[in-house]
């Protein structure tokens, strides 16, 4: 009997629907279609594949409703939210890779610096690398399976995804809405499965771009390198928000709280921990835990703020990073326990006071609806907090100074910075978004976001059709004395060195 995973609502427990996982056999079998399939697609001009990204769109925008109803299945979030981000980043970002896909990948004319080769015509090209297979988590299972397709189908590759093994379904949803959109049969395919799944992937794809956890990320780059293949790594973060003396405090504290609540905290680049410039830390605290008690949390059919965590593991982590901070001093202000009022995976909002570094909630990615917040004595203590991570994912500065937060920013180890704002760095794809240190290696988003699904091929011709050229053979010592005089000619910075080799090959 062939092996199922069973997809359950983490806001009810119940079953939803159970799926057959997809073996290693089936998996090379949907890359070896998928192989067929690119080979059409890689004719198609630019335009006509945006025609067809377009078309999706229309029918994402059409089956919103039943996107919400699938989605919310299986993650148990507000329905509002999957119209708020997920649909929102779906139509946000076909219409910016259908508009940019080819200027990102025109052929380059390149003019060589260097006199002895100044005069070669050399251009630059992309091509599609072929299949591309797309590892995703479970926190925003459109974004990041179709949303993660559309840079790498726009340059003509095909995609296998495998989805995460708790939330399947709407990457089902986004391939059976994309063949209706037009997409060639096979050229969007989606495996489920679980680590095993992936790892036949990884097998037979031509590149791997992976989104999850840095354990999980190294495993797969590892699997890679046997076969050679590209990986790119969008991996954990544990993000800090900066308030300094001078921010706008309500704005400061509702950023705040949307940044770090939003998905019930599941977001890669959510806020995980707050450092607040001591004359004002009482009452940026105050403001949080004022707005955090008025979250709402429930059901996603209801009108609610933020819905559950997604799996009972994540559950577990979160209560147990609240349990060791509480165990060493830290004082929880609102929450800090699982909701007693509801039957799923649902941990209440919890803002967290009286902590530092030596706990795991400022030092571990948590992924869940908690808001640590400490107290510095200044803006160069809250930086030095900031870079004390393994992580470097993205961050966020609060304060009336643009060049007091600039300079912050600037001095940030992290892929991204928002100043005066939080999240919004994710929902413009045409800015790079990549991971430092353990959050990441390469780029989604941007120029970067496209080429890395495209293979780069240099052509040099000749434009003067010469007999010969002066390095091809004989090779005689005359010439090697005529290459160094030339060297010292155009490179050397002393003037009476380029003399000397001027009037030596003169006399050569
Ligand atoms: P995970 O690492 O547990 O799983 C990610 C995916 O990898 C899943 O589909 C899983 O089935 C698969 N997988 C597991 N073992 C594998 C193996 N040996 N070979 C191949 N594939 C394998 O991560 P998760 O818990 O699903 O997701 C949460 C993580 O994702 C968090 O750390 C979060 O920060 C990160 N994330 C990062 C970004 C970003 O842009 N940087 C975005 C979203 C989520």
Request: proline share 5%.
């Amino acid at each position: 009997m062939s092996e199922t995973i069973q997809v359950r609502n983490p806001a009810t427990l119940e079953l939803v629907q159970e799926l057959p996982v997809a073996t290693p056999a089936e998996v090379a079998a949907a890359v070896a279609r998928a192989r067929q399939a690119q080979t059409g697609w890689q004719a198609t001009s630019f335009a006509e594949r945006a025609r067809r990204l377009y078309r999706l769109r229309d029918l994402l925008l059409d089956q919103g409703d039943r996107l919400a109803d699938i989605l919310t299945s299986e993650t148990g979030r507000p329905r509002a939210e999957v119209y708020g981000n997920e649909l929102f980043y779906l139509c946000n970002a076909i219409g910016a890779w259908a508009k940019h896909a080819e200027r990102y990948l025109k052929v380059e004319k390149i003019s060589p610096s260097f006199p002895l080769v100044k005069f070669k015509k050399v251009i630059s090209s992309y091509a599609p690398r072929g299949v591309i297979g797309i590892i995703s988590p479970w926190n925003f299972p459109l974004t990041m399976t179709l949303g993660e397709a559309l840079p790498a189908l726009m340059a003509g590759n095909a995609v296998v995804v495998k989805p995460s093994e708790l939330t399947p379904l709407s990457a089902l949803f986004g391939a059976e809405l994309a063949l209706q959109a037009g997409l060639p049969k096979d050229l969007f395919q989606v495996v489920v499965g679980a680590g095993a799944t992936g790892e036949a992937l990884i097998d037979h794809a031509d590149m791997i771009a992976f989104t999850g956890s840095v354990e999980t990320g190294k495993r797969v780059v590892r699997r890679a390198a046997d076969r050679l293949i590209p990986v790119s790594l969008e991996l954990g973060g544990k993000d800090p928000m900066i308030v300094l003396k001078d921010a706008d405090l309500e704005r400061a504290a509702g950023a705040c709280v949307w940044g770090a609540l939003m998905n019930s905290g599941q977001i890669c680049t959510s806020i995980e921990r707050v450092y607040v410039e001591a004359p004002v830390y009482q009452s940026f605290v105050d403001k949080v835990v004022d707005r955090v008690q008025a979250i709402r949390q429930g059901k996603s059919a209801d009108t609610i703020d933020i819905g559950c965590l997604t799996s009972e593991a994540q559950l577990n982590k979160v209560a147990a990073q609240v349990e060791e901070a509480r165990a060493k001093g830290g004082k929880i202000l609102t929450g800090g326990r699982r909701n007693p009022n509801l039957p799923g995976y649902y941990y209440e909002p919890t803002v967290l006071v009286d902590i530092d570094h030596a706990m795991s909630v400022m030092t571990e990615e948590t992924f869940g609806p908690l808001i640590p917040i400490m107290r510095v004595k200044d803006a160069q203590e809250a930086l030095k907090l900031a870079n004390d991570s393994r992580y470097g994912l993205s961050a966020s500065i609060y304060s009336r100074d643009k060049q007091a937060a600039a300079d912050i920013a600037d001095k940030l180890e992290s892929g991204a910075v928002c100043v005066n704002d939080s999240l919004v760095n994710f929902i413009i794809p045409e800015a790079p978004m990549g991971g430092r240190k353990d959050s990441g290696a390469g780029y989604r988003h941007g120029a970067e976001g496209i080429r890395k699904y495209c293979q780069q091929k240099t052509i040099v011709s000749d434009r003067f059709g010469l007999k010969e050229e002066f390095p091809w053979y004989p090779a005689t010592a005359k010439k090697a004395q005529q290459v160094r005089h030339l060297l010292n000619l155009l490179c050397h910075s002393g003037w009476a060195h380029k003399l000397r080799a001027f009037t030596a090959l003169l006399r050569s």
